[in-house]
């Protein structure tokens, strides 16, 4: 049945002379995933206390006093004996509101006041308020999804949880605005015109049987869309006049997941290209969707869940005074930072050397592992972070080093100028796979027509269809991921192509890891040319890409 109880009578008169004991099932996160909790409820004779056990927060100390009203206000009696309450297991930590209505009917059932379904495993999810409402809570996407994995029949919560629920399929999803919404309505309760349910006939010397839940609206399962994402609203590359190397390199970050780098003078239009970089990526796939929308539901961020899971790919661009923690994630109970709200999306940090020095380090460790480690004192939180890092600066701190014009003349000086850009460690510079210099466009008045996002589009998806059946049967599926044996396997280059990176490692010094990086990145070109072999052209375009490597090797110290 739905909970485990053994009681010494089935007489509800004489339940406070025997043990009781019950359980019931909850849920919480622990970063982004749902964990299942069992809520266990003891009743003994003693002093009339309630006690809360297994590591729970102040949130769920506190539902003590929501879980007593409530129980009160729905014509219920909260039980006078000596209450145990045991969350399972014991040694991991439990944060957050939504075990209050498993505690409630914990109680209930297990003080003979309800009799819950027989035969059907559910999973309660909810926060009481002191009317006996019940309120949302974040995180239900991961909880439900953990459910139907463990095997649960059903899942009741919040209304408000429902089209977020919903989107899982294979488990019944059941809605309550309220405790007293359990009760039968012909049973036990009275509805009223606004269609509230009240509970003036219920008291608490009946016992209330609950022989289903069938009277209880139910969330029915929306499909997957299938289809790709509309993008019809979004900012389209025609807009961009000229500019049509950038348009290349933007078209090689969208085919392989490669990080880029744009540096320009002001208004060369750097912000304006990395913008409309969403609308030439390809959609979310049914996996990466709802990883995406997991991490926008854990952190109380997802407002479209009426319609569908999310496929468009998130496109994050937080404020240069951001902390590391708004960065990476933290707080006093952990919540997914920019990086991990950017999962399979685009990071944009414009204005780079602006951001703090601490803030950009670090970024070395999730753009290498797709995931950051949080750790607390109390427990280890893990979460997602593969996200396309897209960042753009000035050359220098007035913006026009470089230039010769009459108008656009730098006053930097060169030890300002590698002050500037020393502000970007060379660590980090060496994990960004392109880096190019976008100057201001010329002859643009001429120009009959620009390249659109549907032409940039078409040559993505056509490359990524290519590293899909590649890495069909392997656990990543774009050539930014490849490493080792992979990366060796995949990126065969042939004679000439393998002495020309050669030469160039040696000329510009380049580290092993930009060695790497340079192999990913013609193995995107060779995919765009639609050819398996990636020859000398292929790592030569994939060479004038690292631009900064080039600049800081030829540029005087300070």
Not at 52 to 60: E, R, Y
Not at 250 to 273: S, Y
Not at 393 to 422: D, I, K, M
Request: charged content about 20%; aromatic content about 6%.
């Amino acid at each position: 049945m739905g909970n485990d109880s053994h009681r010494g009578t089935f007489q509800y008169e004489e339940r406070c002379f025997f043990d009781m004991y019950g359980k019931l099932h909850g849920a919480c996160l622990y970063g982004i995933d749902g964990v299942l909790i069992e809520v266990e409820t003891d009743l003994s004779n003693g002093l009339p206390q309630t006690a809360i056990i297994g590591l729970p927060d102040s949130a769920i100390r506190e539902a003590v006093e929501r879980v007593r009203a409530a129980i009160k206000n729905c014509g219920f009696k909260y039980p006078s004996q000596r209450v145990t309450i045991n969350l399972a297991p014991a040694d991991l930590r439990k944060e957050g509101s939504s075990f209050d209505l498993a505690i409630a009917l914990g109680l209930l059932t297990t003080s003979g006041q309800v009799v819950l379904p027989v035969g059907e495993r559910t999973l309660f999810i909810g926060e009481l308020a002191l009317d006996g409402s019940i309120r949302p809570v974040n995180g239900v996407l991961s909880m439900v999804d953990l459910a139907k994995r463990e095997g649960f029949d059903s899942v009741l919560l919040p209304q408000e949880n429902a089209s977020e629920a919903r989107l899982i399929a294979d488990i019944r999803i059941y809605a309550i605005r309220h405790l007293v919404d359990l009760i039968p309505v012909n049973d036990h309760a009275q509805g009223t015109p606004d269609g509230q349910v009240t509970n003036q006939n219920c008291t608490a010397s009946e016992q209330v049987i609950i022989h289903s839940y069938d009277h209880l609206p139910r969330a029915e399962h929306i499909p997957l869309c299938e289809q790709e994402a509309l993008i019809s609203n979004m900012e389209d590359y025609s807009d961009v006049l000229g500019q049509l190397h950038a348009k290349r390199a933007l078209v090689i970050a969208a085919a392989g997941m490669h990080n880029i780098l744009l540096m320009g003078p002001p208004g060369a239009g750097k912000t304006m290209l990395i913008r409309r970089l969403p609308s030439i990526l390809p959609p979310l796939t049914e996996k990466e969707s709802l990883e995406v929308t997991k991490v926008y539901s854990a952190a109380g961020k997802w407002k479209d869940s009426s319609t569908h899971l999310m496929h468009v790919r998130p496109f994050r661009a937080p404020h240069h005074t951001i902390s590391a923690a708004g960065l990476v994630g933290g707080g006093g109970i952990p919540k997914p930072g920019e990086i991990s709200l950017a999962h399979r999306g685009i990071l944009f940090l414009d204005e780079l050397p602006e951001f703090s020095r601490h803030v950009l380090e670090v970024l070395r460790q999730p753009l290498e592992d797709h995931h950051v480690t949080i750790s607390r004192s109390r427990a280890v939180f893990k979460y997602p972070a593969h996200f396309l890092l897209a960042a753009s600066l000035n050359p220098c701190h007035c913006g026009f080093f470089g230039n010769n014009t009459e108008h656009q003349r730098c006053t930097c000086s060169p030890a300002a100028v590698a002050r500037y850009r020393s502000r970007i460690s060379g660590p980090l510079l060496d994990r960004i796979d392109l880096q190019l210099e976008v100057s201001q466009p010329k002859d643009w008045r001429e120009e009959k027509g620009s390249l659109s996002s549907a032409d940039m589009r078409k040559q993505v998806l056509a490359a990524r269809a290519i590293q899909i059946r590649r890495y069909s049967k392997l656990p990543f599926s774009w050539n930014s991921e490849l490493s080792g044996q992979m990366l060796r396997k995949y990126a065969v280059l042939e004679q000439n192509a393998a002495e020309l990176l050669d030469q160039t490692m040696d000329a510009l010094g380049l580290s092993m890891r930009a060695y790497d990086r340079i192999l990913k990145l013609s193995r995107t070109i060779a995919d765009l040319h639609e050819s398996e072999k990636i020859t000398t052209s292929h790592v030569a375009e994939a060479i004038q890409y690292r631009q900064m490597d080039r600049a800081n090797s030829n540029f005087p110290e300070m």
